[in-house]
């Protein structure tokens, strides 16, 4: 018999991380969701230092699309394969959707990416990962603070060329 208040109904994840960046954006809500779902978008969220290379651009963000993405380390490839879900598109008051780690290097990884108007031609981009690093705490101790670093390097870059390529498009 359990104690009184403790409940087995939910699985909590070992090591599981948040990791949150938000940014406002002087766009419409609608012209920073649909530059997300653009050809080329997800090419142009990677960072150029990183040695990422996109195998399969998915043909949409509609719920079962698929994104294959190559890391190249030293001489090792990996392949991250994440498929799409919770795809929702308010018009001018933005969107969501959700890619969710199907096989990669993370033990797991969701990420929410929401686009959602603030104001007349203003913007709040938000991007939240839940992630598990492989190995529990083991994992977390030993490479924890490095991935906390790349992620915070990687979606101050996304977030910047979000903004630049939104101002180049018009962003309105």
Do not use: N
Not at 12 to 21: I, N, P, R
Not at 43 to 68: F, H, K, Y
Not at 69 to 81: A, D, I, N, Q, T
């Amino acid at each position: 018999m359990l104690p009184p208040g403790v409940c087995l109904c939910a699985r909590q994840e070992v090591g599981l991380q948040v990791y949150t960046k938000t940014s406002e954006i002087q766009a419409a809500a609608r012209a920073v969701f649909a530059w997300h779902q653009s050809p080329g978008a997800l090419t142009a969220l990677i960072p150029p230092w990183e040695r990422v290379t996109v195998e399969q651009a998915p043909a949409s963000l509609a719920d079962g699309q698929t994104a294959v993405l190559v890391m190249h380390l030293g001489p090792f490839k990996l392949r991250w394969v994440a498929r799409h879900s919770g795809f929702v598109d308010r018009g001018e008051d933005g969107g969501e959707f959700t890619d969710t780690q199907v096989a990669g290097p993370f033990a797991s990884w969701v990420h929410r990416h929401s686009v959602r108007a603030v104001g007349s031609g203003r913007c709040v981009l938000e991007d939240r990962i839940e992630y598990a690093l492989p190995m529990g705490w083991v994992g977390q101790f030993v490479a924890g603070w490095h991935v906390r670093r790349k992620l915070e390097r990687m979606f101050a870059y996304r977030h910047e060329a979000t903004k630049r390529a939104v101002r180049a498009g018009g962003g309105s």
